[in-house]
């Protein structure tokens, strides 16, 4: 069986969870490789509705072992809430692992989350405010401090004091706010070892044997290829890499292990946070969108942009991850419109361009040029299969994947797990 890593095309969102949440019934492992609880999952199965923000989606099988790997940030306490929550819905947790390489959120992380946006001002890269930024540039900068720390109470002290002295400097002189105290930090994140220890192991040597097995393993991201820090609309992005070679690196697996490579878009386009999004509809046809599809944010409940399909950056996405297939989801959000516009070039600066420019000045002033296409105004939640969804339908996903130049492989006509068409196998 093979390795498949599925990652967000577009800005997140995108239904990853839904997407590992289905293929999962097959799996045998599954992979969180980046991100932190800044990302949200929305699963919807027989167990119920879940914001995931750091348990892989695969949790819900009964039988696959679920891992969040080396390239997540892991803020100790929001995951313990979360292995709660899904306890106390009768969902077992105990194929849940954690890489002892993964990096921890402290609370100085999110001190700094805050004070940094608050300093951007008008210029704020738009965060959840949870440390992930922070956590990421301490792991860079080898001030970070791992789950297999928590193991060590001794050696957890000895780094903790060094790292808080330095902090609290930065806290209490260049920011003017209060230090944090040694001794609550120490006993807080103590008190988290001793809960998380019985999840925290080496990893990498349990995803090889599970590749090695002939395993159906899925490698799940987080975020999506247009907030990446090199390609994406930097500085307005994450701070890990959601593309499919940072799956390599998060999860501790070679390149040349992974066998088929997901892209997950939307059928339309959504973005949270700052930033330039060209097909953003601040329109009647914009709110629609949202208020039909929900699209409120898992994580923090922020009402997401909301735009047409761009095909522009749905190719430069395809070309920097090579995706092997496509999942389009929510199809069924654009039931109701009688005409449907794909950006199929921009211009800027009066000039037609037919790439995705790497300065967001340039991209902030790029208008769309748009290809109007029929709608089909049907409902298509019950369709199951794809000779059942309207001609325009077809039509529509056709034109996407000429764009993305591979086949849209699998069809999601709602959030539900029964609420897709699997067209072909993945691979």
């Known amino acids: 069986m093979p390795v498949i890593a599925v990652i967000g095309a577009q800005w997140g969102d995108e239904g990853k969870g839904k997407v590992v949440d289905l293929l999962t019934e097959k799996a045998e492992m599954v992979v969180r490789f980046s991100g932190g609880d800044n990302a949200g999952h929305t699963v919807i199965n027989p167990w119920g509705k879940f914001a995931l923000h750091l348990v892989p989606a695969g949790i819900f099988s009964p039988r696959a072992v679920c891992l969040i790997g080396n390239g997540v940030v892991i803020n100790p306490g929001a995951l313990i809430d979360e292995i709660e929550l899904l306890n106390r819905s009768g969902v077992d947790t105990s194929r ?238 654009l039931d109701t419109l009688p005409r449907l516009k794909l950006c199929v070039g921009y211009k800027l600066d009066g000039k037609t361009i037919d790439y995705f420019p790497s300065s967001v000045g340039a991209l902030d002033r790029c208008q769309p040029i748009y290809e109007e296409l029929p709608g089909w105004q049907v409902p298509t939640t019950h369709i199951r299969r794809y000779e059942q969804l309207p001609l325009q339908a077809r039509q529509y996903i056709a034109r996407l994947e000429e764009f993305i130049a591979c086949p849209a492989n699998l069809v999601c006509v709602g959030p539900e797990r029964e609420q897709s068409i699997l067209r072909k196998p993945l691979l």
């Open 96 to 333: 849940l692992f954690i890489s002892d390489r993964a990096n921890l959120i402290m609370p100085y992380h999110i001190l700094f989350d805050g004070l940094e946006e608050k300093w951007r001002g008008g210029k704020a890269i738009g965060t959840t405010g949870k440390g992930i930024g922070p956590a990421f540039s301490d792991k860079a900068a080898r001030l970070g401090i791992r789950t297999g720390d928590l193991l060590d109470k001794e050696a957890l002290l000895e780094r903790l004091h060094s790292i808080l002295d330095y902090k609290n400097a930065i806290l209490t002189k260049v920011y003017g706010v209060s230090p944090l105290s040694l001794d609550e930090v120490y006993h807080q994140y103590c008190q988290y070892g001793e809960c998380l220890a019985p999840y925290i192991r080496e990893t990498t040597g349990m995803l090889e044997e599970a590749v090695n097995r002939g395993e159906l393993v899925l490698l799940e991201g987080a975020q999506g290829a247009l907030l990446d820090p090199d390609f994406g609309t930097y500085p307005y992005t994450t701070s890990s890499s959601p593309l499919a070679g940072g799956g390599c690196l998060g999860a501790g697996i070679g390149p040349s292990r992974i066998n088929a490579i997901l892209g997950v878009f939307k059928a339309y386009c959504t973005r949270v946070g700052s930033g330039p999004m060209p097909t953003e509809l601040d329109d009647e046809t914009g709110h629609l969108i949202r208020e039909r599809a929900q699209e409120y944010g898992a994580t923090t409940g922020r009402p997401r942009r909301c735009g047409w399909f761009d095909a522009v950056a749905a190719r430069f996405s395809a070309r920097i991850n090579g995706f092997t297939a496509a999942a389009i989801t929510r199809l069924d959000i």
